[in-house]
């Protein structure tokens, strides 16, 4: 199994508040609207920062974590002519994307639940 892992930071002017509502409730739906979302990945997850008062200040505004059965599945998606056309144009409505991070990898699995 693939995964990315995608670090982002909200771009200049925008609240963490309007990142996080643009990020799910237009630019998710925009992904999910793809056919390539739905036949590709295999799990989609993005965490948002809490409050932890003892710990420094959150280096993102989100982390996206999206698995793939292969490298050639991950490729159909982000080089498809949906994801480059709709999806890709709409990043920077909301994302800095000068401080865009991004990891393609394989997990290894320390401790699985029990």
Same mark, same amino acid.
């Given at each position: 199994?693939?995964?990315?892992?995608?670090?982002?930071? $909200?771009?200049?002017? +925008?609240?963490?508040? !309007?990142?996080?509502? *643009?990020? =799910?409730?237009?630019? $998710?739906?925009?992904? +999910?609207?793809?056919? !390539?979302?739905?036949? *590709?990945? =295999?799990?989609?997850?993005?965490?948002?920062?809490?409050?932890?008062?003892?710990?420094?200040?959150?280096?993102?505004?989100?982390?996206?974590?999206?698995?793939?059965?292969?490298?050639?599945?991950?490729?159909?998606?982000?080089?498809?002519?949906?994801?480059?056309?709709?999806?890709?144009?709409?990043?920077?409505?909301?994302?800095?994307?000068?401080?865009?991070?991004?990891?393609?990898?394989?997990?290894?699995?320390?401790?699985?639940?029990?």
């Amino acid at each position: 199994m693939i995964k990315m892992i995608i670090t982002l930071n $909200r771009r200049k002017g +925008m609240t963490h508040e !309007e990142f996080t509502d *643009y990020q =799910r409730n237009v630019h $998710r739906p925009l992904l +999910m609207s793809i056919p !390539e979302a739905k036949q *590709y990945i =295999r799990r989609f997850v993005v965490s948002y920062p809490v409050p932890a008062p003892r710990y420094p200040e959150p280096a993102y505004d989100s982390v996206v974590e999206a698995w793939f059965d292969s490298m050639a599945d991950l490729e159909a998606l982000f080089f498809s002519e949906n994801f480059l056309k709709i999806v890709d144009p709409d990043h920077e409505n909301f994302i800095d994307l000068s401080t865009f991070g991004r990891i393609i990898c394989e997990e290894d699995v320390v401790i699985d639940g029990e």
